[in-house]
């Protein structure tokens, strides 16, 4: 307890200390005076960076404003453009400054200042193997793909935001020659499928899912009553998304075998090259096999539930009711597995395309 009080007293007193320079910050003690920093807080590694243990620097120019807050900040110089740059930025402009005084009034001043991304040698334990390999021409393919990558993220956790697609399709050119060149082209290939998938649109019962959880957990949100035939088109389209998925993740891993035999690139640098960005496309057949084979399974066993009742049911608005209540607590429970699946797997899809918001577009 004394502990934690002390800590208390400690965070509170760190409180007051920040809001005294704040109000100090928008204040001129002298007539003429220097900005000063008051709170700089170093800037979050890309992930691309931290797989590929790449370090380098960027300088910036921004705008110090009167209230001492950082705005307009932009990239004047980057190693590797398009990897440090978003996360420069976004540090800088979370700093915090006592602004210049001219006359005894605040003003806003011009400031220049670079930001070095360089690891500890525990940090490079985290790298990718092969990342030493990287070099040349082969930094600046990570660098392209990267930003080819934070675009259909964007499109993926953004999508109001910009014709993303557009944008994305646009920058599809190849850009390498040579051995890097067919990397590149393997990487459009594999941004392309996903491309397809992002245009299906949502209400497509072909990608079921969404369609599936809404139908089955809150019977009232479609004006269709599960008849017969839906229950038979939702068993049809759930099959026919299940084989897509796995058609499309069998070819990218396939596609990957052939570069790999192909490529006389050292195979430890095509799978920094690779891996960095999509992982490994053997072990996500795997994983993808495993997750919609269980929505599959999950489905099936719904629908069985419901064209084989053992006991009547009604489909009420915010779900269906047996009149048995060992098929009621069955058919919860797979519901609630079913939801928890499609979550999770939800959950795991914004986590990886967030892992690419890091570039700067």
């Known amino acids: ?31 003429d005076a220097e900005h000063m920093p008051l709170y700089r807080d170093p800037p979050a590694w890309p992930h691309s960076a931290v797989l590929m243990c790449l370090e380098g620097s960027v300088v910036l120019e921004f705008t110090v404003g009167e209230n001492g807050q950082v705005r307009d900040a932009s ?24 602004p210049s005084c001219e ?48 675009k259909l993220a964007e499109a993926q956790l953004r999508p109001s ?13 190849t850009s390498f020659g040579g051995e890097l060149g067919q990397v590149e082209q393997f990487h459009h290939e594999v941004i392309g499928n996903l491309l397809a998938m992002v245009r299906e649109p949502s209400f497509n019962i072909h990608y079921v899912t969404p369609v599936l959880l809404g139908k089955l957990t809150v019977p009232g949100s479609s004006p269709v009553p599960l008849s017969a035939e839906v229950m038979a088109k939702m068993r049809q389209h759930t099959w026919a998304w299940t084989q897509d998925v796995l058609s499309r993740s069998e070819w990218t891993a396939e596609r990957y075998a052939r570069l790999r035999r192909e490529s006389s690139i050292e195979p430890e640098l095509l799978d920094v090259l690779v891996h960095g960005f999509i992982g490994d496309p053997n072990e996500a057949r795997q994983s993808q096999l ?8 999950l489905t099936e066993q719904l629908l069985d539930l419901l064209e084989n009742p053992a006991s009547e049911w009604t489909e009420e608005i915010y779900a269906i009711q047996f009149a048995d209540e ?18 999770s797997a939800e959950e795991q899809r914004k986590f990886f395309w967030s892992l690419f918001m890091d570039y700067r577009l």
């Open 1 to 31: 307890m004394f502990a934690k009080a002390v800590v208390g007293v400690i965070v509170l007193g760190l409180s007051l200390s920040l809001q005294a320079e704040s109000s100090l910050s928008r204040y001129c003690p002298e007539a």
């Open 75 to 98: 990239v004047i110089e980057s190693t590797h453009p398009g990897i440090f740059d978003r996360a420069a930025i976004t540090a800088t402009e979370s700093w915090y400054y006592r």
């Open 103 to 150: 006359g005894g009034e605040p003003v806003a001043v011009q400031q220049r200042t670079a930001l070095d991304f360089v690891f500890d040698e525990a940090g490079r334990s985290n790298c990718l193997p092969g990342t030493r390999l990287l070099d040349g021409e082969a930094l600046d393919l990570v660098a392209s793909l990267g930003i080819l990558y934070s």
């Open 161 to 173: 935001e910009s014709d993303w697609l557009a944008e994305i399709e646009r920058s599809l050119e």
């Open 290 to 297: 495993q997750q919609v084979t269980e929505i599959y399974d």
């Open 326 to 343: 060992d098929d009621q607590a069955q058919y919860t429970a797979v519901i609630h597995e079913l939801i928890t699946l499609v979550t």
